[in-house]
């Protein structure tokens, strides 16, 4: 990694520090981010080789259960159900 100084508006400053707030990331990550977006077509140059070498790792385990069967899983939606049973029985408030 090269190191490197920009100067940016403050208009600029401000929408970056405002979303690596919101984001958890790095004033540098964002803007690295957003360079690759624009000059690089939105991949990190060695994305392709990376989805290559990972393309089948799991395929022989029997220890991980169907992945579709998993993502069944964590698709189903229990909001209404976890909703009605806190309607039920609210969770009791601590105070010290």
Known sequence: MKRTQIYLSMEQWKTLHALSFRTHQSISNLIRAAIDRKYLGGRHPDFESGIRAAFGIWKDR??????????????????????????????ERHNP
């Open 62 to 91: 029997k220890d991980i259960g169907s992945a579709a069967a998993y993502i069944r899983a964590l698709r189903k939606d229990t909001r209404m159900e976890r909703l009605r049973r806190l309607k039920k029985e609210p969770h």
